[in-house]
Structure formats: C-alpha cells, structure tokens
C-alpha cells in the first residue's frame, strides 16, 4: 500500500508549553488512524499540524512522499502560498462544522473547488451535487446553514471538504458540539468513507466509533503516543497504565446490555 | 406673533439653492465614496495585528477622530498654502478634512465588522487552501459588510450633514448659499427653515433605508 502521509519527529510548542514532545506516524492509502486521549493531551493540536492550521516547531511532515517546506541550512521554511496548496490536499472538519453562513449549503460545497482549484462553474456545480448527494443532503442544497439541524450541517461540511477531492482527510472531533441523537447520522457518514476506501485520521471521544471504524488506534498522553496498536489491542487489551486509566474513566457509567429472556 | 413669514423670496433664488443642494450632495457623495474606500485599508492595518501598520493607522485614526472636522477644514484651506508652494480650492480643502474623517470613522466601523466575524471562519477558508486574501473577500467581508450596512449608513446620514462646515470656507453648498441669499434679502428665518426642509427631505429616505437594512440584517443567519 502506498504511503500518504507521514510524520517525522513532529514537535509543536506554545511559548514554554511543548504540546507536541516528538511524534511520528506513517498512514497508508485507505488507512483510517483514530486518536484518543484526554483533553490537553495534545491530540487536536498534531491533527492541525499535519494541514499546517499551526505550523511545527520541528519535524517534518511529507505529503504522498514530498517534503512539506523547503529546507535552509538546518531550519524549515514554511512559504504560505506552499501551504495554502498543501491544503487544498488535505480536507478538514471541525469540531463547530464553521460552515458559511452566507452561502447556500450547495453554494458552501462549491466554494473550494470555485474559489481554490478555479474549477468552471460546470464542474463546481457538478462536485457539488455530487457530494452533496454523498452525504444524502443534495434535497437541502438550497437551504442556509442557519435552516439545517447540526447534525446536517456537519454533513454538509464534510461534503465542502470532499469536494476538493482531498488526499486525506481530518476531523476534528467532528461529534462533540452535536446533541447525542445528532451523534450518530454524522458518524455514519464518516463510517461509509472509511468503507469507501478514503484516508482518515479522526479525532474523537466516540470510543465504540473508533473500535469500529478504525485499523489503528493512538493513545496520545503529554505529548506522545503512549500506545498504538489495532483496536483491539489498545481499547480492549490496553497495556499502558495510562491507557488503562482513560479507558476506565469513559466505561464508568455503561447502560446494561439488554437481557434476553 | 407679528413675525411675518414670507417665503416668496425664497422662490426668487431657487435657481441658487438648486445648485447648492448640488454641491451639497456632490461634495458628500465624494467624500463618503473615498472615506468608505479608502477606509476599509485603514480599518484592515488596525485589524492586521502587523504593528508596523497598526501604528501609523491608530496615530491616522484618533488624531481625525478626535478633533473637529470644521478646524480640519479651515486648516486644509488656510495651512497648505503656507507649507506647500500651491493653494488648493474650496472644494478639495473641504473634501480632505471630510473625506480624511470618514475614513478615520469608517475604519473603525470596518475593524469592528472584521472583528465580529468567529475565528473558524477564517479557519475554514484557510483549510480550503484559500490565501488570506481570498478569505477576506469570499469568506470575512460578505458576513462582516452585512452587518456593517448599519453604520455606514448612519455615517452617511452624518457626513451629509457635516458638508454645511464646508460653507466657512466659502463652498458653494446650500447653507453657504442660504447665507448669501439672506444677507442680500434679510431673511435668515426663511432660508435657513428651507435648508433645513431640504436637508430632511434628502436624509429622511435614507434614514428609512437604514432602518429597512437593520431590520432584515437577519437573513442567512
């Protein structure tokens, strides 16, 4: 399988805080990478890294195999017209969907492909459509984002992201700002691009959705990635105390399973 | 109440106060063509956070904010020809010291415009491979302009108001007139009550226009 991405000593600090203490990923096409861990722990902060939202410290991070940044004399330089194509590659979804309130959702799906790859408005309209279809919300595509539930306009903002075609793509902790019944048509979505074969990594606190969704799990704690493995392994059989710890914090309080009578 | 009204001799000089509510409102349209212009810059260097703009931008900012635009006015007409080897007219003195103003309050309604708008907006466009001018004028602007149309139409209402300063300077607007008519026929009460009515009948419309605006600012979210 070829590589997609990969991450190499990535450090990211805030003034004095080192959020980021030297992580190193390798993701391969149609990978889906889930990462877990407690807030602060730095998880959000390596998602942003990888589409440059926050530019590394150090390390270096390599798009299907080309280095990110020109490298002079020991130090990165990071030209914001490199970044800004590097992120036409790379979709995102955030956690407050920050769909465009004064665009239609058909009009929010189209503006990528309008404004970044200069796409005639033939093709914009069709790459809308078509991944507005894809999200099963092409029946909205002339309602404004203030008309839809979250939980649609998480979709549609999956849908903006995909219709850049985008080699790999990010969320954010795309279901924690859904009430929990919205929770789940979003995932569904996300679960369907996982089966379609697209690149993922995924932040999130839905433990049972990365279970299900993914083909490797990161324990992220202070910095760096404690454990890693197959779901199975790190949600299941976790052997890091730390891991152990955050999984019995989130099993506390479990509904019963149903008993069959 | 034995004051005798007698607007016909305001008819006599209609002709007069026809060119100077001209001069009124291509003096105002002017002004607030540029200050709006030139003002979104002004407004975009206070908000860029790069100090080297900032600085000379706030400096811009507060000296145009916080002295009288009648001084601005007289101290164009009167000071360039002393500092600068050429005189300037009427008309350019008073459309500096306006123009100058309404930029100096338009960048600040424009700053704050900018700055209403959330920071995953910004995020958003970003993460598309939009370049920072590109968020500005798909993304930023078309939410932030919406919700400046308020203010800069009340600054609109104001700036027209403000041309009649430019009547010390001997402009040829319609209070300058108004004041060459009245000392030639002795009827200040008259032509000043017809500038005023002038003057209402051009603003009232658009302070209704502003209200219309505040009203549906709603639409789209």
Same mark, same amino acid.
């Given at each position: 399988m070829t590589e997609v991405l990969r991450i190499e000593g990535l450090r990211k600090s805030f003034g004095d805080l080192e959020v980021l203490s030297g992580i190193d990923l390798t993701v391969k096409k149609g990978q889906t990478i889930v990462i877990i861990g %407690? *807030?602060? *722990?730095g998880k959000s902060t390596m998602l942003r890294c990888v589409n440059f939202m926050e530019v590394p410290t150090a390390g270096r991070i390599y798009l299907e195999t080309q280095a990110v940044g020109l490298e002079n004399n020991g130090t990165v330089q990071y030209p914001e017209n490199e970044l800004a194509k590097l992120r036409a590659r790379v979709g995102m979804v955030f956690q407050h969907f920050n769909l465009f309130p004064h665009m239609t959702a058909l009009q929010n799906v189209m503006e990528g492909p309008r404004t970044v790859l200069k796409c005639d408005l033939e093709e914009c309209q069709r790459r809308g459509k078509k991944y507005l279809k894809k999200v099963g919300l092409d029946w909205k /595509?002339? %309602?404004?984002?203030?008309? +839809?539930?979250g939980g649609q306009q998480q979709r549609i903002a999956i849908a903006r992201a995909l219709a850049m075609e985008p080699e790999i793509m990010l969320f954010?902790? /795309?279901? *924690? /700002? +859904?009430d929990p019944e919205l929770v789940g048509e979003v995932l569904e979505t996300m679960k369907e691009l996982a089966d379609e074969g697209m690149t993922m990594i995924i932040v999130t606190h839905e433990l049972g959705f990365a279970y299900a969704v993914a083909d490797k799990v990161l324990f992220l704690s202070e910095g760096r990635i404690l454990e890693q493995g197959t779901p199975s392994e790190v949600l299941t059989y976790p052997k890091k105390d730390g891991t152990k710890n955050f999984l019995r914090g989130h099993g506390t309080f479990r509904l019963p399973e149903p008993q069959i009578e | 109440m034995d004051y005798n009204w007698d607007f016909s001799s305001i008819l006599l000089y209609k002709q007069l106060f026809w060119i100077g509510l001209q001069n009124t409102v291509i003096l105002g349209s002017v002004c607030l063509v540029l200050g709006l212009f030139f003002g979104l810059f002004v407004g975009a260097a206070r908000f860029s956070g790069k100090l080297w703009l900032y600085y000379p931008a706030t400096v811009f900012v507060e000296v145009f904010r916080n002295t009288p635009v009648l001084v601005q006015i007289m101290w164009f007409f009167f000071a360039f020809p002393i500092i600068a080897p050429f005189r300037i007219d009427a008309f350019t003195a008073a459309s500096l010291g306006l123009t100058l103003n309404t930029i100096a309050f338009s960048s600040e309604i424009y700053r704050a415009g900018l700055q209403s708008i959330a920071k995953g907006q910004w995020e958003a466009g970003k993460a598309l491979g939009m370049s920072y001018s590109e968020q500005m004028r798909r993304v930023i602007l078309p939410q932030s302009i919406r919700r400046m149309l308020p203010a800069f139409m009340n600054r609109a209402v104001e700036l027209f108001k403000m041309t009649s300063l430019a009547s010390v300077i001997a402009y040829g607007e319609l209070v300058y007139q108004a004041k060459v008519i009245s000392t030639i026929e002795f009827n200040p009460i008259e032509t000043y009550t017809t500038v005023a009515l002038v003057f209402f009948a051009v603003l009232f419309p658009m302070t209704i226009i502003v209200r219309r605006f505040e009203t549906n600012n709603s639409v789209g979210r």
């Open positions: %407690a *807030s602060g *722990s /595509a002339d %309602a404004f984002p203030s008309q +839809l539930s954010d902790e /795309a279901t *924690s /700002a +859904l | -």
